[in-house]
């Protein structure tokens, strides 16, 4: 396995970016003009990230002995649809289900369809090359024990660690944080451990 660590560069530029615009905010008591413009300095930005992309995915595979996490990628496509919409396509469930320790309910989870992640994004001034971004709680209805039950993803929303940017090179990438899942509506958590993936990719006409 590769460890997330062999891809931090991805993550440093992510974190590199937080840094600059905490400090940012941090400088200035309207912090949330500085952030984000007006509508109109957001659909700006939007505009030079519109369309579909093409690239990886990643996502933790397990811990090792020193708690870090180890890896796996697969191939992947995205859309940032409009200024408020991003969707990841054909999410293979494990992806989402390595801290489940139920084993029965894992397999069940990991046997269920390819799924579409549909997430929130929030656009910052066009400086930033950014945007924050929340996937929305994503239902999956698998098979267990013989039974059908219905499955729930939870994730951030908008926070300090789940965002996306625009490097310079036109590569766009971003990270997702995921901490939860539900069966049946039941609010005991079945997810361990709060986990980042990763999307690395480029625009495609």
Known sequence: MKRLKTKMWVVACLAVASM???SC????NNSEEDWFGTPAERYQTFLTMKGNYAGKLYFPKGTDRDGKFESDSIVSHWRIINDS?????NVPPQALTTFVSDAALKTAINAS???????????T???YKMFFAGPKPTEQPILLSGASH???FF?????NYSYGKRLDNGTVIAQLIFTGIQVDNDNNNKNEKDFPII???????
């Open 25 to 28: 905010l941090n400088g200035n």
């Open 150 to 152: 219905k499955v729930k």
């Open 125 to 127: 001034k066009p400086q």
């Open 113 to 123: 369809a390819p799924m579409t992640l549909k997430c929130k994004v929030l656009f």
């Open 85 to 89: 919409t991003m969707e990841i396509y």
């Open 155 to 159: 994730a951030q929303q908008f926070t």
């Open 199 to 205: 999307l690395k990719g480029q625009r495609i006409l």
């Open 20 to 22: 600059a615009l905490s």
